[in-house]
């Protein structure tokens, strides 16, 4: 199975934006990007804490 967006590319942001939003349309695929956006630098910040 291939992936949608692998097939797509853009040749600026102004054509990107469009389809960035029609991704995070669903209140459960911003919960999702949210998680892992949160996740990621939760643990950036915990590298620099942690000895």
């Not at 911003?30 to 915990?46: K, N, P």
């Amino acid at each position: 199975m291939t992936n949608q967006a692998s097939k797509l590319s853009f040749s600026d942001y102004e054509e990107f934006w469009p389809f960035y939003l029609s991704q995070h349309s669903k209140a459960t695929t911003r919960g999702w990007h949210f998680v892992g956006t949160t996740s990621v630098l939760l643990c950036i910040a915990a590298s620099f804490l942690i000895e």
